[in-house]
């Protein structure tokens, strides 16, 4: 399978059956009910917070717009797609359907609004024809859109002058806002023929309307609430949060006890947190997990009430992704009711870790040593939820004198 490269200048891709299941360093991304545009800077935004982007290449098939992006590392893109398969770029539409590529790197010869290579600045921009920006315009317009067939009179337009009349009236303002990011193309276009395009500068609709983006304003805060008052501790949240990321602080709300923040060191490890916890059953409640509005968690002032409930985990040796290119960026799994342990001694036996849960209130059901590998085991209990508590108490349980359990949750049972 190779890359067509077509002599207009835009790079094109035959990608038919072109995606597998292992992780790769290119993913494969089709954008579904794309109501309005995603150019390839939007992409790149969404994407370099998972790690360094060195290519894109956009293009349409089967009525589809469509993307190649490749990151530095498979464990990017693998983080990538789990954060981000099956979000919306904008509120309610532009949903991301992300796979692996069978490509083990992208050719771009091009660098303007369909491909570009960040590793090559240099490469010539292949400069598009008129027709071709317009075809440009035309994919990333809602779908039966229409371009005017007459001269192009952009100073007095405003988008939705590319839009059939009764598909103007029914595009909501957040959309229509969302609509005026189709300007890279315009831009470029206008400055191919001549035309001026002031009109289409999102403040020249309307001052009111807003950029209704979710994935790109990501945070690395979540807000967490219907918690249990009695039992979420700083120290529990920090040590379950910590499965998906490093936990930087975490506040329980002095005025309503039952809402917490936790700050992440990364936006993706909050999207992680999110992904795998949000609407999970813990203490018999089922907690809600949501980005927040907040971009730190601050420590209290002096003198100011807090009764300890804000820590600051900045220094903890506890964290998980402290090493760069961490192993455990590839083994994190929603909560299970088994679980896995890891940083066993070799001299610690299935019936002294069985012992030590049961003595902490958790029975095992199941329990097996990794058979090659024996500071490793899976431990099965009743439930999810009695396996969340038994992570909270049991993760960092001394085993011996410099050994303490490491554990998370297992992608299978046993």
Same mark, same amino acid.
């Given at each position: ?10 790079s094109? +891709? $035959? /990608? ?9 360093? #290119? =993913? %494969?991304? @089709?954008?579904? *009910? ?5 150019? +390839? $800077? /939007? ?9 360094? #982007? =060195? %290519?894109? @290449?956009?293009? *349409? ?23 981000l ?7 309610g539409?532009?949903?991301l359907?992300i ?28 400069e598009?024809?008129?027709?071709q ?27 939705t ?20 990011s ?23 609709l ?11 304003n ?17 120290d ?22 039952d ?51 804000t ?9 998980r ?19 896995h ?74």
């Open positions: 399978m190779g890359l067509l490269v077509g002599g207009s200048g835009s094109q +891709l $035959d /990608i038919t059956g072109g995606t597998q299941q292992a992780p790769n360093s #290119v =993913l %494969r991304v @089709i954008i579904e *009910n794309m109501m309005v545009p995603v150019t +390839l $800077d /939007i992409l790149y935004e969404i994407f370099h917070r998972f790690g360094k #982007v =060195l %290519r894109i @290449i956009t293009f *349409n098939k089967n009525n589809t717009f469509q993307a190649l992006v490749q990151l530095s590392e498979a464990r990017a893109a693998q983080l990538a797609r789990q954060a398969d099956n979000q919306n770029v904008f509120n539409c532009c949903t359907r796979d692996y590529s069978k490509l083990a790197t992208l050719n771009v010869k091009y660098n303007n609004d369909k491909s570009r290579d960040y590793t090559n600045p240099n490469l010539p921009s292949g598009l024809t008129l027709e920006q317009l075809s440009l315009v035309s994919a990333n317009l809602p779908p039966g859109s229409m371009l005017p067939s007459f001269a192009f009179p952009f100073a007095s337009a405003t988008p002058a590319f839009i059939a009349p009764q598909q103007a009236a029914a595009l909501s303002s957040e959309t229509l806002a969302a609509a005026s189709v300007s890279p193309f315009l831009s470029s276009l206008g400055a191919a023929s001549g035309l001026g395009l002031g009109a289409l500068n999102p403040t020249g309307n001052t009111g309307l807003r950029f209704p983006v979710t994935l790109l990501v945070t690395s805060v979540v807000l967490v609430s219907n918690l249990d008052e009695q039992k979420a501790t700083p529990a949240l920090f040590t379950l949060f910590g499965v998906y990321g490093d936990v930087l602080r975490v506040k329980i709300l002095f005025n309503k006890k809402n917490a923040l936790i700050q992440y060191s990364e936006p993706q490890q909050a999207q992680l947190a999110i992904q795998h916890l949000d609407k999970i059953k813990w203490n018999e409640k089922v907690i809600r997990v949501a980005a927040s509005k907040h971009t730190t968690v601050q420590m209290p002032k002096e003198g100011q009430p807090d009764a300890g409930l820590r600051d985990y900045a220094h903890s040796p506890l964290h992704f402290k090493k760069p290119g961490s192993k455990n960026y590839m083994n994190i799994y929603p909560p299970s009711s088994t679980l342990l890891s940083n066993i001694p070799p001299t610690i036996t299935e019936e002294f870790l069985a012992q030590a849960f049961t003595d902490n209130g958790y029975t095992p059901k199941a329990f097996k040593f990794f058979p090659k590998d024996h500071k490793m085991a899976l431990l099965q209990l009743d439930d999810v939820e009695q396996a969340i508590d038994a992570l909270i108490v049991m993760h960092n349980y001394k085993l011996a004198e410099n050994a303490h359990l490491r554990v998370s949750f297992s992608k299978s049972g046993i």
